[in-house]
């Protein structure tokens, strides 16, 4: 099975790859938006073993390379960071130096939620930004509301009981803030 150590970046990436056959090492930088990435793994003898960092807008990348049939290795960046020998980062070294801790079994493996999970994730995290939204709409009109003298004695929003008309509450609407 081939190793690939790879340093990601949103529109390229720089790839260092083992044959364990032939013990070679291919280093190589491959565009994303051309489809040259794409070419290469669909290539690339199946399965491979393919190692990045942790990063944002590698899904599409990671779903492709897991779709073609290759097991792909997300680590902790911060650790791989650590785990290099202190010399300037590039990232001909950053893509060796994931494809050596790959070699070595040294790469620190980060667990990665399933799509479903990560579907679930980002749907309670759109209904939170939903909340928050609806909760800033109904502060701001309840900040008017006091700034013209209207005024809910129990309740902030329609769902709850109204005052009976004629109350202060109900000011010159006649029937509360709804």
């Not at 990436?13 to 280093?27: H, K, M, R, S």
């Not at 489809?35 to 990045?52: K, T």
């Not at 990671?62 to 911060?78: C, P």
Request: overall charge positive; aromatic content about 6%; proline content about 5%.
């Amino acid at each position: 099975m081939k190793i690939v150590g790879c340093d990601f970046h949103p529109s390229w990436q720089q790839v260092a790859v083992f044959d364990p056959e032939t013990g070679e090492i291919l280093e190589r930088k491959l565009v994303n938006g051309d489809g040259e990435a794409e070419r290469f793994y669909r290539e690339l003898e199946v399965p491979a073993l393919i190692g990045i960092e942790a990063c944002g807008n590698s899904q599409w990348f990671i779903e492709l390379a897991q779709r073609l049939g290759h097991e792909v290795r997300v680590g902790d960046a911060a650790k791989i960071r650590a785990s290099y020998v202190r010399r300037q980062k590039t990232d001909r070294r950053a893509a060796g130096h994931i494809l050596t801790l790959l070699m070595e079994n040294r790469f620190p493996k980060l667990w990665v939620p399933t799509a479903e999970q990560r579907d679930l994730r980002q749907l309670l995290i759109h209904r939170h930004k939903l909340v928050e939204i609806r909760t800033r709409v109904k502060n701001g009109l309840q900040h008017l509301a006091l700034n013209k003298g209207l005024q809910k004695k129990n309740a902030l929003h329609p769902s709850d009981e109204d005052p009976s008309p004629g109350t202060p509450a109900c000011g010159a609407f006649g029937g509360g803030l709804s």
